[in-house]
């Protein structure tokens, strides 16, 4: 319950008590201080509806709902009931009778901005946007305030996207929002951001996509400014939409001069740079190439452009840019997937990842960032690749002569994308049984060493050397995916066990040791293990599965039930929440997020996990709950069936 922060009349100090009662969890004792207040009080309705909500919460629906009913009736109009009473309605999970409550309440005080308000939030909860679009109206005769006329319009948009009939959408929902936008525009009415991006998506929701750019490069435009480069990336969307690639190519071009890491704007670059090049576009004579400025219409201009770029990179002395040296391979790899035969002019792909891994190896993000860019090497060049890669990274050999081993973290970080790699390039999977216990040995040996790095973190942080464990455990995995037996799987438990001792917040240790668990039929230590994963909101729909599709199956019923429970509160009260994010986007004019929490929404509601959930909860009531009992004389029936 809200607090007060002032005494508005005598009322409140009597239903402070109340409400603390039920802030505090005690709500035997609310209703008892309810009822006391009711004796001396018989017309105090909200100490009704407060004790109603001790009745909800302590499990007597029936007399909650009849006593709130009773309440409502008497159409209230006071602050302190109809607050009571939403909450009340919330956790019934009735928010359609909310609205009924203060259509009444406007009625009687239809000059109040508040219950409006409360009105439009209350149809928004329950998705009735054609009454969300009268009250948004409704709202702004009485205070004519953009954000209530702009409610208005996005209502009509909304009605727009859950209309069955896209022809209805598009000749009739959208194009009145887009008049009633015009119609502040024209009046230079328009004050906010938010109205100018939801003018933006009415005209491309319409295919208005000349209207749109148009919109984005005049003074409204201008008011894209929440977020960094906002504008121009809208701008470069409706230039791809136009097919007005020179536009689209010069935008980007110009873009990269200012921010040359910026991955978006090398994707849009080479988009356009090979449309022109398909349509042949040549610019004309004497004019300038496009309105956003110089265009590269040839792969080699694309050529000379990424390597300017990379010059002015190797000019720096430090924190060089990844930018421009991954979009030199890009550019190989499109010019290879089109088949052109001049990709060898901008350098040997070989030369230039291993050129790559010597700048940028000492950091996590290096093997990431060059798996992508390994299809472009023949099996024939994988050894060589490795083993160059290997020349870059400077291990200290040990005076017992084991294993050569770094010196630091950045050392350890260029070896370890190595091994990475070289398991990419499935160099490990081609060694033998007894060549993989030997490269298992040698990871474990770097992780051990690997350890003394991070012998300050703190235990939420990861070790440094962590992906030495979970390697090793992945290739005990492919010895028992080889051989059958189930000996690797053990000591792969025993390899990541010990990497969980070290790094407690691992989730990828905990992820495959709940794998591994489950394929050796020991479910127990899979619970703990979930529940230590902290799995928030949508993960339960991600990962959860994990945890539900086991559970059963090895006849943990118990478990399976709670947590086939705790898998359907979560996708039960995404309805609800839902639709509190939409509500706090009206309120703060995320227009563009409201279709987006709608689509979630729907995502979720058709999750196969969901579905599956759904069902496995079904089966365990038949089977805990149900009687089971066979009558002997119908054994023989059911035998027989």
């Not at 008049?179 to 004050?191: A, G, S």
């Not at 002015?312 to 190989?332: D, H, M, Q, T, V």
């Not at 891994?357 to 993000?365: A, Q, R």
């Not at 040698?442 to 962590?466: A, I, N, P, V, W």
Request: with cysteine; net charge neutral; proline share 4%.
């Amino acid at each position: 319950m809200a607090a007060r922060s002032h005494v508005q009349d005598p009322n409140d100090r009597r239903l402070r008590p109340i409400y603390d009662s039920l802030d505090n969890g005690n709500n035997k004792m609310a209703i008892q201080q309810a009822d006391k207040l009711l004796k001396k009080h018989k017309d105090l309705h909200c100490a009704k509806v407060l004790k109603a909500i001790g009745l909800q919460r302590t499990g007597k629906h029936d007399e909650a709902f009849s006593l709130a009913q009773e309440v409502t009736a008497l159409e209230p109009t006071d602050d302190n009931s109809l607050q009571a009473l939403t909450i009340l309605y919330r956790e019934m999970h009735r928010p359609e009778l909310v609205t009924k409550l203060y259509e009444a309440a406007v009625k009687k005080v239809p000059s109040s901005e508040e219950y409006h308000s409360h009105l439009f939030m209350a149809y928004a909860r329950v998705g009735e946007y054609k009454k969300m679009q009268q009250a948004g109206m409704a709202l702004y005769k009485i205070v004519p305030k953009n954000p209530y006329y702009f409610w208005s319009v996005m209502s009509l948009v909304m009605q727009s996207i859950s209309a069955q009939d896209e022809k209805l959408s598009k000749t009739m929902f959208l194009p009145l929002a887009e008049r009633m936008v015009e119609k502040m525009v024209k009046e230079d009415k328009i004050e906010a951001e938010a109205e100018v991006q939801l003018y933006y998506m009415i005209l491309e929701r319409l295919g208005k996509f000349q209207e749109a750019l148009n919109v984005l490069r005049g003074n409204l435009g201008e008011k894209l400014t929440s977020e960094l480069q906002s504008r121009e990336s809208k701008c470069l969307a409706m230039y791809k939409k136009l097919r007005k690639w020179q536009e689209c190519n010069a935008l980007s071009r110009k873009l990269l001069l200012n921010n040359p890491d910026d991955w978006q704007f090398y994707l849009s670059y080479f988009d356009s740079l090979f449309h022109l090049v398909d349509e042949g576009w040549i610019p004309p004579e004497g004019n300038d190439h496009s309105v956003e400025g110089v265009v590269d219409y040839s792969v080699e201009e694309a050529a000379k452009f990424i390597e300017d770029r990379i010059i002015n990179e190797e000019s720096k002395g430090f924190r060089k840019l990844r930018g421009p040296y991954l979009a030199k391979l890009e550019l190989i790899q499109r010019l290879r997937q089109r088949g052109a035969n001049d990709e060898h002019k901008l350098g040997e792909p070989v030369e230039l990842m291993i050129q790559y891994f010597e700048k940028f190896g000492d950091k996590p993000c290096c093997y990431t960032d060059l798996k992508v860019f390994v299809d472009l090497l023949s099996p024939d060049q994988h050894i060589q690749f490795i083993n160059k890669l290997m020349e870059a990274v400077p291990l200290m050999v040990p005076a017992d002569g084991g294993f050569a081993l770094p010196g630091d973290t950045k050392v350890m970080y260029r070896h370890m994308c190595v091994v990475q790699l070289s398991r990419l390039l499935c160099l490990h999977h081609n060694k033998d049984q007894s060549e993989k216990l030997n490269l298992i040995g040698e990871l474990m040996s770097r992780y051990r060493h690997g350890l003394e790095f991070g012998k300050s973190c703190l235990k939420t942080e990861l070790q440094s050397c962590d992906n030495y464990c979970l390697l090793a455990a992945h290739v005990f995995i492919d010895i028992w995916k080889d051989t059958g037996d189930e000996w690797p799987l053990w000591q792969s438990m025993y390899v990541l066990e010990e990497g969980l001792f070290h790094s407690p917040c691992n989730a990828q240790f905990k992820l495959l040791l709940t794998r591994i668990f489950c394929h050796l039929g020991a479910f127990e230590p899979v619970v703990d293990l979930y529940s230590s994963l902290d799995a928030k909101h949508v993960q339960h729909d991600t990962i959860g599965y994990l945890l539900t599709r086991y559970a059963e199956a090895l006849g943990q019923f118990a478990a399976a039930s709670q947590s086939c429970n705790f898998t359907l509160r979560f996708f039960h009260s995404n309805q609800k929440d839902t639709s509190e994010y939409i509500i706090q986007a009206y309120k703060y004019g995320a227009f563009e997020k409201i279709p987006e929490f709608i689509a979630f929404r729907n995502r979720l509601n058709n999750s196969l996990h969901f579905a599956q959930v759904r069902t496995e909860r079904m089966l365990l009531d038949l089977f805990l709950e149900a009687n089971m009992y066979v009558c002997p004389r119908h054994q023989c029936r059911w035998r027989k069936v």
